[in-house]
């Protein structure tokens, strides 16, 4: 499968070696963007698409509102029979509507008076104010337009926008289907499979995939026969692999040689910290993913390559998902030429970022303190105290600026 490894070298069994040289995490990226399943176009109901993503562009099937409406709780009029009134000189309405905001207005009326301007007296109804044609009305069609694009392909379709097509008449809409992700979770009980699964299936979720966990295999198996993972790479269903485990330097890995041994093992090692015992490869034609087993290794190699081909094949943007804030950094975030670095940050009382935890150090702690995270390119040695930096933030997270507001 020597055209599917591209300029890759051949992958060897780093077991008890160690790595003799590991992928450039923007080439790894690439191989990812490649093959990673095209979005599905399935039609969901209305009621089901939050969170989907367009697959097409949609227009608006009518006008919105589709008649002229009331916008405030009041009284509908002929705004002419209103002339002169004032508090000091009610004049009786003959033709008065009780109406609530969002009513359509009765024939013969083009205004709505206000509670406060309209006074009852002996069964009669009275303005105590005047009002021009069209005050406190919504015209039809003034926010939209029969046939005006609402939104193109690619839209990650909310609450508010599900609203307003069931308020349009919209009973179904065409998304992309959700990938299937099957997680094998091959790490053994040193790695915390259950952690694993319970992080890996949030994430998954998170940008867009279904997925679906597998195991934990057990541990003795593996060691003596790498034939059951094999076998469980292979099996059908699934639209993206992600082997959870086992992926590094001891005489126990054997995720990468099992999933050579079920298609093709295309890398294996990427030039990131933490992660760097991360790979890709094909089972039965599907991409796979290899998937450090210490859990912040597993977050950080899911983030930038995993979390990658999920997102494409649900349409998102492949790119990272989270919110971008622009800070300075109050201390040096130290890195090394030649390996992307992940580097978790906090920020600080006045605004500044400082690091939590170097990319070197394993453990999901600091990812938990961090309120996210700046991606250090290889070709950098890091940011200077007093640098302007993107940081990734995590969901959840309030900046400093908004804190005490």
């Known amino acids: 499968m020597t055209s599917e490894r591209g300029s890759f070298p051949p992958p060897v069994d780093v077991r008890g070696r160690g790595f003799p040289s590991r992928a450039a995490l923007g080439d790894v990226q690439r191989w990812i963007d490649a093959r990673a399943a095209l979005p599905v176009p399935e039609s969901v109901p209305v009621a089901q698409a939050a969170g989907r993503v367009l697959t097409a562009a949609l227009a608006a099937p009518g006008d919105w509102p589709p008649a002229d ?10 705004s002419a029979d209103t002339l002169g009134a004032g508090s000091y000189n009610p004049v009786p309405l003959l033709n008065a509507v009780p109406v609530s905001a969002g009513a359509p207005l009765p024939p013969g009326t083009d205004a709505v008076l206000p509670v406060e301007a309209v006074q009852m007296d002996a069964g009669f109804t009275e303005a105590l104010g005047s009002v021009a044609p069209g005050e406190g009305v919504e015209r039809r069609g003034d926010s939209l337009r029969a046939s005006a694009v609402l939104w193109e392909a690619g839209r990650v379709l909310r609450p508010q926008d599900l609203g307003l097509l069931a308020a349009l008449g919209v009973d179904t809409v065409a998304v992309a289907a959700q990938p299937r992700v099957r997680i094998l979770l091959v790490g053994g009980p040193r790695s915390g499979p259950e952690v694993l699964g319970a992080m890996l ?41 992600l082997l959870a485990g086992r992926s590094g330097v001891g005489d126990d890995d054997l995720a990468p040689l099992a999933l050579a041994d079920a298609g093709t093992l295309v890398a294996h090692g990427v030039a990131m910290r933490p992660g760097d015992s991360a790979g890709v490869g094909l089972a039965m034609g599907v ?5 450090p087993g210490e859990p912040m290794a597993c977050l950080a190699a899911y983030e930038l390559l995993a979390g990658r081909a999920v997102r494409r094949s649900a349409g998102r943007d492949p790119g ?5 804030v622009e800070a300075r950094t109050a201390r040096k975030l130290v890195s090394e030429i030649g390996c992307a670095d992940l580097y978790r940050v906090r920020f600080t009382a006045d605004g500044a970022v400082e690091p939590v935890a170097s990319p070197a150090l394993p453990g999901l702690a600091g990812a938990v ?8 390119p290889a070709e950098s040695e890091g940011f200077p105290a007093g640098s302007s930096v993107t940081v990734q933030c995590f969901d959840g997270t309030t900046t400093s600026s908004t804190r005490n507001s």
Do not use: K, M, N, Q
């Not at 303190?369 to 250090?376: E, H, K, N, Q």
């Open 320 to 324: 990272l998902p989270h919110r971008r």
């Open 69 to 78: 409406r009331a916008v405030r709780d009041g009284v509908a009029v002929a």
């Open 369 to 376: 303190r961090a309120d996210g995270f700046v991606l250090i």
């Open 201 to 241: 299936a949030a994430l998954v979720a998170r940008d867009g995939g279904v997925a679906e966990l597998v195991g934990p295999l057990p541990a003795e198996s593996l060691l003596t026969d790498r034939g059951a993972l094999a076998a469980a790479c292979a099996a059908p269903g699934a639209d993206l692999l």
């Open 287 to 291: 991409p796979a993913l290899l998937l």
